[in-house]
Every structure is written in structure tokens, then in C-alpha cells.
T-cell receptor, first 110, second 116 residues
């Protein structure tokens, strides 16, 4: 089955700096890569996703890049704000199921 | 209007008891899921149903039994609760079809189960 590794497990940045979270996956058949944000005590919510026919996708301060050959994908958050503080999960899915990484706790220090 | 709802939000019970968690979605999705999130925040899929049929059944003790009375509901019944069952359980739904294109999963608010 699919295995998703996510790094780092914790990340602290100063407000205004950029944050990068990296994931690798094992199943070359995976073709959908969403990122979820989970604030404390809340439900996971999709913030951005990318499919295997696209190398990069941006939405305001958030961008995701995908390298299918290396089986890597990354989340980039620019100009971080305190409200970006949360746990971020990457995930990978082929036709079977969505497998999540173990999460990255991002703390943005004002 | 809430898209995916779960009841109860909190559940405190003793070892050995049987309990149920209910989930409903009003998004018209065909696929629903149950996830377990442990104390380390790891999200692990437990079950997936498509059009009321079981699609995914991960390595979950058979004390856990999902039931889907219709496409909009997926309930989770747990027998003989154990301390290790303490976790947050999330229901989710999506437009996914088995073998087809994947779509966003919408999560419910979660049910925090505490077994004492």
C-alpha cells in the first residue's frame, strides 16, 4: 500500500517568513495530492490540492509543487501569519484510498 | 447549513461498554469514510463506503462495525470498548468513486471518545 512520509514534524517561523513542508510517497500510481490544515480542536480542512498532471499550483500565499519522478511534493506558505499556526497534513491517493502523512505542527511567532 | 455532522461531539464511557457514533452528510456525496486520530494526531482511515457498500476495511478490530442505512449516513458502532479506543473519530465524505478521480474530502467536526 501507499506510504507517505512528512517532514518536519514541527516547524517554527517568524511572522512574515516562509514555511516549507515536504512529503514523499511510495506508490507511483498515486495521482492526487491534497493538503489539509487542522486547527486545534477543529476538523481537517482542504487548503490546496494538486493532481499528477500538474507540477505546481498556487493559491494566494500557498503553493504546492509536485515532482513525480522523485515522488516528492511540498507545501510552501509565504508571508506567514499567526493564523497559519496549525497542524498541516499531506496526503496521497491513487484509485484506492487517501493515505495521510503524520502531520507538521506549524507555529508562527508574532 | 452543516455539510458533514457527527453526534455526539464528546463520548465518555467505561471499558467494556458498547457505543455508537452517527454521521450524516448533506452534500449528495456517494462515498463516506471513518478516520481515527490518535493522541499523536495521526489520521488513519478505518472504513470507506460507496453507495452504502463497504469499499475499504483497514486492519480494524471486528469490535468496530460500520453501518450505512443510506448514502447520506454512515454510523460507527463499537463493541466492548477498550482503553486504546480513546481517540477522536472523524467522519468524512467526498464525490470519490472507486477507481475513479479523487476529490476533496469534507470532514465532520469529530467525536472525542474517552474510555475510562
Amino acid at each position: 500500500g501507499e506510504n507517505v512520509e512528512q517532514h518536519p514534524s514541527t516547524l517554527s517561523v517568524q511572522e512574515g517568513d516562509s514555511a516549507v513542508i515536504k512529503c514523499t510517497y511510495s506508490d507511483s500510481a498515486s495521482n492526487y495530492f491534497p493538503w489539509y490544515k487542522q486547527e486545534l480542536g477543529k476538523r481537517p480542512q482542504l487548503i490546496i490540492d494538486i493532481r499528477s498532471n500538474v507540477g505546481e499550483k498556487k493559491d494566494q500565499r500557498i503553493a504546492v509543487t509536485l515532482n513525480k519522478t522523485a515522488k516528492h511534493f511540498s507545501l510552501h506558505i509565504t508571508e506567514t501569519q499567526p493564523e497559519d499556526s496549525a497542524v498541516y497534513f499531506c496526503a496521497a491517493s491513487g484509485s484506492y484510498q487517501l493515505t495521510f502523512g503524520k502531520g507538521t505542527k506549524l507555529s508562527v511567532i508574532p | 447549513d452543516t455539510a458533514v455532522s457527527q453526534t455526539p461531539k464528546y463520548l465518555v464511557t467505561q471499558m467494556g461498554n458498547d457505543k455508537s457514533i452517527k454521521c450524516e452528510q448533506n452534500l449528495g456525496h456517494d462515498t463516506m469514510y471513518w478516520y481515527k486520530q490518535d493522541s499523536k494526531k495521526f489520521l488513519k482511515i478505518m472504513f470507506s463506503y460507496n453507495n452504502k457498500e463497504l469499499i475499504i476495511n483497514e486492519t480494524v478490530p471486528n469490535r468496530f462495525s460500520p453501518k450505512s442505512p443510506d448514502k447520506a449516513h454512515l454510523n460507527l458502532h463499537i463493541n466492548s470498548l477498550e482503553l486504546g479506543d480513546s481517540a477522536v473519530y472523524f467522519c468524512a465524505s467526498s464525490q470519490d468513486n472507486p477507481g475513479g478521480i479523487r476529490y476533496e474530502q469534507y470532514f465532520g467536526p469529530g467525536t472525542r471518545l474517552t474510555v475510562t
